[in-house]
Structures are given as structure tokens and as C-alpha cells.
């Protein structure tokens, strides 16, 4: 592993010196394992400690397919997928890769009794598998987390319809979160080069999602001057989806819960900015009864905001807690664009404030291969900045976690893989210097 990083440190090995290097037989990675996945039962949600379940564990380097790549990963991040997966809810990660595992002969590698998770990271190309011609041994990249097979006619317009999608390191082996991951060529982007290891590897999973959600016409397709909600505007999606409507002409009304977190939404250049702690929101009186006193005030507040507008789109993830109120404070032909369900997955809302007023509600989820492109591409540009609030070794990851799970933390929280401390891997300090406030506008707060 030594001979890899030092490779890589120098800028100066060629692709034939990475394609000649001997690979290691194993490599350390975060994992849960199979015979724990009862660990938690019994307990509430946020009584499940990702410390107690994450494990770094000396894993062996998976046989390279056909279409795929071996990656060295200098950085990683969390993403909640990550938590979901070490809480083992709503399903534990262990059924999506027995399913895969009974595809192919190829797929089986993936049905193992631990789970190497995570699904961003930036870094370099070791192997290359049969048929790729795209990416090479050197390449410095980035990894979107969409795994698809394209056997199926059904996901030819778009990928994300394929019917064996699946979401690596969450519904796949062999995650980012690790030394060494197993990608396909087609989850392969260049890395900005403008960014260290650890800001490459962030905005990744959640910039892509928030990209197709609300800007593409597969999901809500934004256009200037709409008011967006933005519900978590400081957190991993929303931070993107934030930067994303600013870029856009659009109007964000970013709903966080404590007054750093406003000022974050400020710093990025939104005006109009609620905190819901402070103004105390309570939509539902109790377990089975929602408020609608609560959403005409939400509602009422928005107006305020907003010069007496309605929200054209509102971008939800909350789920069942906020998706009442979302769909009641959304304008006359309006869109409710869902990817998500923190909260709960069991939504309720008031039907006839949806049909009467024909509003929509857009279900939507990762991004095709171009959607990632585009997202990336706009990173690489200086359009759109990673939001990379703290960094934590490999070895804390089980920290990481529980900070993302206890909503502890701001935007992206960074993992360092062989990366031996933050800041390297920049190729570009003019156009970083360029952008360097944004770049760290959510650090240390
Ligand atoms: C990028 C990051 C993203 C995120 O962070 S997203 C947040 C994290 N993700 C989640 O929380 C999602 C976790 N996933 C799940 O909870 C489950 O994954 C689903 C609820 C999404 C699906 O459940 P399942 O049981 O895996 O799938 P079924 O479709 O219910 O399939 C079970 C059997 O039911 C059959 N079936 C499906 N649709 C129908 C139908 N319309 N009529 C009759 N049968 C149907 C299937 O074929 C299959 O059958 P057979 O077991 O024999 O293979
Ligand atoms: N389908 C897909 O492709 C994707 C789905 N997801 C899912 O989206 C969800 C959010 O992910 P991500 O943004 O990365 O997570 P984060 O935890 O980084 O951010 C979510 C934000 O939502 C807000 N929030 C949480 N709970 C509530 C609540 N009950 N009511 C109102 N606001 C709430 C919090 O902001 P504050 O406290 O400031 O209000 C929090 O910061 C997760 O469930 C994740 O699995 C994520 C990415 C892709």
C-alpha cells in the first residue's frame, strides 16, 4: 500500500508504473457484519450507536470483473446511507446483497458475510477490467455510486430505471469507505482539480441527487425566479440544493434548526431563511394527528418571506414529520419532489389540498451517469462547492457516523482512506484561490 500512496504523492508515476505495481492481497475498510445484524434490536433509532457497529476490518482485494475498475481511495465521505446501513433500518444492507449475489456468476462476489460500505470517493485508478477503454491505470477520479448491469431495455432512456440499479457500497460490495474500492468504469468522473482528496470526495452522492431533483426534468426542473423549500438547507443534500437554486435565478427559503446553521444559508447567499427550532413548529400534536394550524403558519411565514408568494417546489427528504406541511404550502401547480424519508417513510398528508390545487408530488433518487457528469462537472467549474465540514480518519469512522445519525454535524462530514492528512491532492491553486472562501465556507463551524 505504501508503494501505491507513494505513487501517487509524487505526481510524477505514469499510468504503465500504476498498471505495474503489485497490488496488495488485502486492505483495510469499514464494514458491518452479517452476524450482528440483530445488534440493535429492540432499541429506538437514535438509541443505535454506528460506533458499536462499524468495524475496520483487513479485507481481501475482490477478483476485477469485466466494466470495472480497482480505485486506491484517498478520501471518502458519510453519507446517511452509511447510517441507515449501520443501524441496519429500515432493512438491513445484508438482503440487497444475498438478491445480487443470485444474479450472476460475477455478482457473487458481492454476498459476503461483512459489507464494505460507502458510496463516495476520490481517487486513483489501479486495474482496469476487460473493456474499459474510457479510464486508465493513474486516472485521478471521482466515483459516482450509480451501479447498474443495462441487461433490460428498461433503463436505456434512463439509467436509473434499469430494474438491477443499485446503489454501490449500500446495495453493492466493496464500497468507498476503504483503501481500496471495486467500482464500474461507468461510475468513473475526473476529479476537480481545484480540490483536495477530501473536498473531491464530498459533494459526490449527495450534489448528484440534489442535481437531478431539483434541476433536471426527470425531476423537478427548476427554472429562474422559483421559490424552492429547502428543507435541511445546511445538510448534505440540502446544502446542494441551496447552491443549486442560487445558481439557478431561483429564490431558496431554507429551513434549518439553529441559528448557525441560518447564517451558514446566509453565507451562501440566501435571504429568506426560517429556523424551525426557534419558531417552534409542531405538525403533528401527537403520534397519529396532524396540525394544519401549524402548516397555515408555516405557510403564513413563507408568505412573509417570499413578498406573499407560495413555494413552486418544494425539496423534501424529512419525510413524514414535514411532508403535511410541504404539501399543504405548496403553490397551485406546484411540485413535491421527494427522495427521502429521515423521519419516517409512512407519509401523511391532506389530499385534497393536492388534487384541488393540482399539485404533484415527484418521487426521485441518485442521478443517471450524465446527471452525475453535469453535477461534477459544475463542482470542477467553481459553479457549485463541496460543503465539507469536518474530516475524520478511517478509523473514526463509527464517529463520523453517529454525528451524521444525531444530526450533529453541517453539510458533508470527509473520511481520510490512504489520504495521510487533509489538504493534499490539488492540481490547481489558481482556480482553488479563486474559490477558496466558498470551498470553506461550512469548515469548522
Ligand atoms: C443514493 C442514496 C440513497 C439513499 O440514501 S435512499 C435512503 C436509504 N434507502 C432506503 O431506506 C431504502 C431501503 N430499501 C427498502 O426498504 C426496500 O428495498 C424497498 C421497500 C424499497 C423494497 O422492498 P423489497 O422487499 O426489497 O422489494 P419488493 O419490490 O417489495 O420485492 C419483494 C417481492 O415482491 C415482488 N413484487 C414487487 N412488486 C410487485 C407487484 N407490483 N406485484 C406483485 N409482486 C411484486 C418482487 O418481485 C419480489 O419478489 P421476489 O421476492 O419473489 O423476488
Ligand atoms: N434517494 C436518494 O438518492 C438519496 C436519499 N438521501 C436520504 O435523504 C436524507 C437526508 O440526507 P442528507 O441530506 O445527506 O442528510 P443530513 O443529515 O446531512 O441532512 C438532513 C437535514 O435534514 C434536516 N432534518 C432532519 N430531520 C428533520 C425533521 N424531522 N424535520 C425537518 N428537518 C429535518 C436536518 O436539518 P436541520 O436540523 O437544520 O433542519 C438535517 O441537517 C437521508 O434519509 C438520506 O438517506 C440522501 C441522498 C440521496
Redesign the pocket.
Known amino acids: 500500500m505504501k508503494e501505491i500512496l507513494d505513487a501517487i504523492q509524487s505526481q510524477t508515476a505514469t499510468s504503465a508504473d500504476f498498471a505495474a505495481m503489485k497490488l496488495p492481497d488485502s486492505y483495510r475498510a469499514i464494514t458491518v457484519h452479517k452476524d450482528e445484524q440483530e445488534m440493535f434490536a429492540g432499541l429506538e433509532s437514535r438509541d443505535k450507536d454506528p460506533r458499536k457497529s462499524l468495524h475496520l476490518d483487513d479485507v481481501p482485494v475482490p477478483e476485477l470483473g469485466p466494466g470495472e475498475a480497482l480505485v486506491a481511495v484517498m478520501a471518502s465521505s458519510v453519507?446517511?446511507?452509511s447510517?441507515?446501513t449501520s443501524i441496519f433500518e429500515p432493512v438491513s444492507t445484508f438482503g440487497f446483497l444475498e438478491r445480487y449475489g443470485r444474479l450472476s456468476e460475477l455478482s457473487k462476489r458481492h454476498d459476503l458475510p461483512y459489507h464494505i460500505i460507502g458510496s463516495d470517493l476520490a481517487g486513483v485508478v489501479l486495474r482496469t477490467g476487460p473493456g474499459v477503454n474510457a479510464w486508465n491505470a493513474g486516472d485521478e477520479v471521482v466515483a459516482h455510486c450509480l451501479s447498474v448491469e443495462l441487461e433490460s431495455s428498461d433503463g436505456h432512456n434512463d439509467t436509473m430505471l434499469d430494474p438491477e440499479q443499485r446503489?454501490w457500497g449500500f446495495e453493492t460490495n466493496f464500497g468507498g469507505l476503504a483503501e481500496i474500492a471495486l467500482v464500474k468504469s461507468n461510475q468513473l468522473m475526473p476529479k476537480p482539480d481545484h480540490l483536495s482528496w477530501e473536498e473531491a470526495a464530498s459533494p459526490g452522492?449527495?450534489n448528484s441527487?440534489a442535481y437531478r431533483q431539483l434541476v433536471s426534468q426527470n425531476g423537478a426542473g427548476m427554472k429562474q425566479g422559483d421559490n424552492v423549500l429547502i428543507?435541511?438547507?445546511?445538510?448534505?443534500?440540502?446544502s446542494y440544493a441551496t447552491q443549486f437554486a442560487l445558481a439557478g435565478g431561483a429564490n431558496p427559503i431554507c429551513?434549518?434548526?439553529?441559528p448557525e446553521?441560518a447564517d451558514i444559508c446566509r453565507a451562501m447567499g440566501a435571504e429568506a431563511v426560517i429556523d424551525?427550532?426557534a419558531e417552534g413548529y409542531k405538525f403533528w400534536k401527537n403520534e397519529h394527528e396532524q396540525d394544519p394550524r401549524e402548516w397555515k403558519r408555516f405557510g403564513k411565514r413563507i408568505r412573509e418571506l417570499t413578498g406573499g408568494e407560495d413555494v413552486d417546489i418544494v425539496f423534501e427528504?424529512?419525510?413524514r414529520?414535514?411532508f403535511g406541511a410541504s404539501v399543504y404550502v405548496t403553490r397551485k401547480g406546484g411540485t413535491i419532489v421527494t427522495?427521502?424519508?429521515?423521519?419516517g417513510y409512512n407519509h401523511e398528508y391532506d389530499n385534497r389540498y393536492l388534487w384541488m390545487s393540482l399539485k404533484r408530488i415527484v418521487g426521485?433518487?441518485?442521478?443517471n451517469y450524465r446527471e452525475a457528469w453535469e453535477a461534477n462537472r459544475l463542482i470542477a467549474k467553481g459553479k457549485i462547492h463541496p460543503t465539507l465540514s469536518k474530516v475524520y480518519s478511517l478509523e473514526e469512522t463509527g464517529q463520523a457516523a453517529y454525528d451524521?445519525h444525531r444530526?450533529l454535524?453541517q453539510?458533508?462530514v470527509g473520511v481520510l482512506a490512504l489520504a495521510p492528512e487533509e489538504g493534499l491532492g490539488v492540481r490547481d491553486q489558481e482556480k482553488r484561490a479563486q474559490h477558496i472562501d466558498a470551498i470553506n465556507r461550512f469548515r469548522n463551524v
Not at 255 to 258: N, P
Open positions: 453519507n446517511y446511507n447510517v441507515w446503489i452522492l449527495v441527487t428543507w435541511g438547507a445546511s445538510g448534505g443534500l440540502g429551513v434549518v434548526s439553529s446553521k424551525r427550532n427528504h424529512p419525510g414529520e414535514t427522495c427521502a424519508s429521515t423521519s426521485s433518487h441518485f442521478a451524521v444530526n454535524h453539510g458533508k
